[in-house]
């Protein structure tokens, strides 16, 4: 059964350093989005990606964070200067036209040390 | 303002009980609703998508929606020791991909053998 990857599993940066955290969604899906879940908070929405445009954005989503598709079969989130806040679990989605059924890869768990 | 509301729990049962979990919204707007199982350390899983007042049955799952008092259920018959997992709910406000799901806090399961 097809899923979505998500790569790394763990990642541990120091406070304002960059990252990208990188998903492969399902092959033939077309929407992509990323949420996060801080520890013991909800999965919080982020932003949705699609035809290399940005459909919806939260209010978190800010400069500080922005989402390629850098080819065919990736789509990342970078985190530029990362703040102890950004401390969460990043989670990709992905969903096919016409279909709102967002299918969830397994995440990243981001430390900012 | 907390547009969706769950508690979180936990819930601890024994195998074979009938587990009712439910959430409240706020937000008029919502018009499809889902359920999302979480096993630890990985990504939600789809368990229901509904979208009209009344009830849904998969299996041993039914999912209720009460648009009337924005209350939404999840019932699950026969609970296995499998089913221990946290639960979240999920909705959003237009049947179209790329559209935010906003999530509930998610409740925790425990089923007991």
């Known amino acids: 059964e097809p899923e979505v990857t998500q790569t790394p599993s763990h990642q541990v940066t120091q406070m304002g350093q960059e990252v990208i955290l990188r998903c492969v969604p399902i092959s033939n899906h077309l929407y992509f989005y990323w949420y996060r879940q801080i520890l013991g908070q909800k999965v919080e929405f982020l932003v949705s990606f699609y035809n290399n445009e940005i459909s919806e954005k939260s209010e978190i989503f800010d400069d500080q964070f922005s989402v390629e598709r850098p080819d065919g079969s990736n789509f990342t989130l970078k985190i530029r200067s990362t703040k102890l806040e950004d401390s969460a679990m990043y989670f990709c989605?992905?969903?096919?036209?016409?279909?709102?059924?967002?299918?969830f890869g397994p995440g990243t768990r981001l430390t900012v040390l | 303002q907390k547009e969706v509301e769950q508690d979180p729990g936990p819930l601890s049962v024994p195998e074979g009980a009938i587990v009712s979990l439910n959430c409240t919204y706020s937000n008029s707007a919502f018009q499809y609703f889902m359920w999302y199982r979480q096993y630890s350390r990985k990504g939600p899983e789809l368990l229901m998508y509904t979208y009209s007042s009344g009830n849904k049955e998969d299996g041993r799952f039914t999912a209720q929606v009460d648009k009337s008092s924005k209350y939404i259920s999840l019932f699950i018959r026969d609970s296995q020791p499998s089913d221990s997992a946290t639960y979240l709910c999920?909705?959003?406000?237009?049947?179209?991909?790329?559209?935010?799901?906003?999530f509930g806090k998610g409740t925790t399961l425990s089923v007991s053998s």
């Open positions: 999920a909705m959003s406000a237009a049947n179209q991909a790329g559209t935010a799901l906003i």
């Open positions: 989605a992905s969903s096919g036209t016409g279909s709102d059924t967002q299918y």
